[in-house]
């Protein structure tokens, strides 16, 4: 057996567990480096709070993974402890089997993944069996739990005739959501022995009884670290897809760490189905002592595409104060961390650089009053009441009111008792953005497309929004030349945490008045902009090609 612990912990190459597939994208594995690095910001933290000890070489530390796939942050965790206290206890074997038994645990989100985990730590998926590292398990689970759970499905409205076990006459509804995590019925209320995916720890009211329940006791940890699911593989997906690695933020802080790190997807820093409330509370809890933001897409997950990027977080029971702020290009740091509270703005302002710019920009005043913003400007979804797929007619023969539409792709025409919303609008002068902007495949750059101005007589799809309506030609050229500034944009980029450009990504720009033409240069020196705040709004927008034509399509 001595052979075997030595080899356990000897690294290899390459790492099994650099090598494994993601099982989906609500359910991605942690590279090893990024599990790494993480567990050094928690020892960082927990030698800054307890006069510079060793957290490894702590025999009394607890650790859980409470939402473990792979098992690589309680594999790490172990290598780390076998390490640590390698001087207090000599012997191999019995420090395996006391970190194993005492300090590291774990709770997975599926049957495979338990069995994985188990495989990472105990070097079998039995951790009681012959093969386990460890000698003092007296069942199969060790402290990898999983359990088999059961949504709560509620607001069912149709229905089917059925029997129950017993052959009698039930009526069953079929659709409905679960009123823990927000699951389809439709499509994971599943046969028995099929997944589920209701996460233990986010299907209840007590994540307390799930601790209880996983390891026969209350117990209290002093770090709780992890990547939880991201979203329920229900139906959805992209953005579309519903959010639940928030439910597992607030479950974890619920069991009351001393520190908590995390990944997740960083589209809730400005945006995110359902997230606003998770959101503001996580720019006022003052408890958030880092954040490391990988904004740049297959950074932190080669291969995985995650719209917006991702970050992990550290939480401390004890912080309160400003948070520092990183953010990584290419796996190394692209510039110092800030210290800074992350509820100045009601969004989180992710580049440390934009903080200054947009405090001069929500500085500058007019008559004493704050300058107004652009998403009072803006139209929401749908301006004309015409969805993405509709077009019209491809000339206007025969039409007796044409209105020239601006649609997906292509130009069409309809009548205009066709305009299902705000007709009135069609007679002004208008200037269109798309209401998607950008790929996953590439940081983005440009950020908002190249405005289209329409002029009367025409409208559009759900395709564009209508980013400014005016009364004469001169003034939408001068809004559309606006809009392409690479001033504009940047601020816009502020708030754009995926593809879509919708209103609230304008509410950092100023709606300034159209009686001239700004330029870059004029928008500079109106907000005393230094040569360094220039620099790098010019390395982060691209410019934008103007448009030859002063009505596009005419």
Not at 19 to 37: H, M, Q, Y
Not at 45 to 71: C, E, M, Q, R, Y
Not at 526 to 550: G, N, W
Request: hydrophobic share 40%; proline share 5%.
């Amino acid at each position: 057996m001595s052979d075997r612990l030595a080899l356990a912990f000897r690294g290899r190459n390459p790492d099994v567990l650099t090598c494994i597939a993601n099982l989906s994208n609500d359910e991605v594995f942690t590279p090893p480096e990024l599990a790494s690095r993480m567990l050094d910001g928690v020892a960082e933290a927990w030698a800054a709070s307890h006069d510079g000890d060793n957290i490894w070489a702590d025999k009394t530390v607890k650790f859980l993974d409470p939402f473990t796939k792979s098992g690589v942050f309680l594999r790490e965790i172990t290598k780390r402890l076998v390490d640590g206290l390698a001087s207090q206890m000599p012997d191999l074997q019995r420090r395996v089997d006391h970190i194993l038994t005492q300090q590291v645990y774990g709770i997975a989100i599926t049957e495979l993944t338990a069995l994985l985990a188990r495989r990472s730590v105990y070097c079998s998926k039995w951790a009681a069996g012959p093969h386990s590292i460890c000698h003092q398990f007296t069942d199969n689970a060790g402290h990898i739990w999983f359990e088999q759970r059961q949504h709560t499905w509620v607001g069912g409205t149709q229905t089917v005739e059925t029997a129950d076990e017993n052959g009698n006459p039930v009526t069953v509804a079929v659709d409905g959501r679960c009123s823990c995590c927000g699951a389809s019925r439709r499509a994971l209320d599943r046969a028995e022995g099929m997944e589920t995916h209701a996460y233990a720890l986010i299907h209840t009211d007590d994540p307390h009884s799930v601790i209880r329940e996983a390891f026969g006791e209350d117990m209290q940890f002093d770090v709780i670290i992890g990547n939880p699911p991201y979203q329920l593989d229900d139906g959805g997906f992209g953005t579309s897809a519903r959010p639940i690695y928030q439910l597992f933020v607030q479950a974890a802080k619920k069991l009351e760490p001393r520190f908590l790190a995390m990944i997740t997807p960083s589209r809730w820093f400005a945006g995110g189905k359902g997230l606003d409330e998770f959101r503001d509370e996580m720019l006022k809890d003052h408890r958030l002592a880092n954040l490391v933001d990988y904004p740049k897409l297959y950074d932190a997950f080669p291969g995985v595409k995650i719209r917006g990027g991702v970050s992990y977080f550290l939480w401390s029971r004890e912080h309160d104060g400003p948070c520092k702020v990183l953010a990584m290009e290419d796996g190394h740091p692209s510039g110092e961390p800030q210290a800074r509270y992350l509820d100045e703005f009601d969004i989180l302002v992710r580049q440390n650089e934009a903080v200054s710019i947009l405090n001069k920009v929500r500085a500058f005043r007019l008559q004493q009053m704050p300058e107004p913003t652009l998403d009072q400007r803006i139209s929401t979804s749908k301006p004309f009441g015409l969805r993405t797929f509709f077009h019209g007619a491809q000339a206007p023969n025969g039409i007796t009111t044409p209105v020239k539409l601006f649609g997906s792709q292509r130009i069409s025409y309809v009548d205009r008792s066709e305009i299902l919303a705000n007709p009135d609008w069609v007679d002004d002068w208008k200037v269109l953005t798309t209401a998607v902007q950008g790929t996953s495949a590439a940081v983005e750059t440009m950020f908002l497309s190249n405005p289209i101005i329409a002029g009367p007589g025409e409208a559009c799809t759900e395709t564009y929004l209508v980013a400014g309506r005016f009364k004469t030609q001169n003034e939408a050229e001068r809004y559309a030349s606006y809009l392409r500034t690479r001033f504009v944009r940047f601020l816009i980029s502020l708030r754009k945490a995926t593809q879509h450009a919708t209103r609230d990504v304008y509410a950092f720009v100023p709606d300034l008045p159209m009686d001239r033409t700004w330029d870059d240069q004029a928008l500079y020196k109106r907000y005393a902009l230094t040569e360094d705040e220039i620099a790098f709004i010019e390395a982060t927008v691209k410019p934008m090609p103007s448009v030859s034509q002063s009505k596009a399509g005419a």
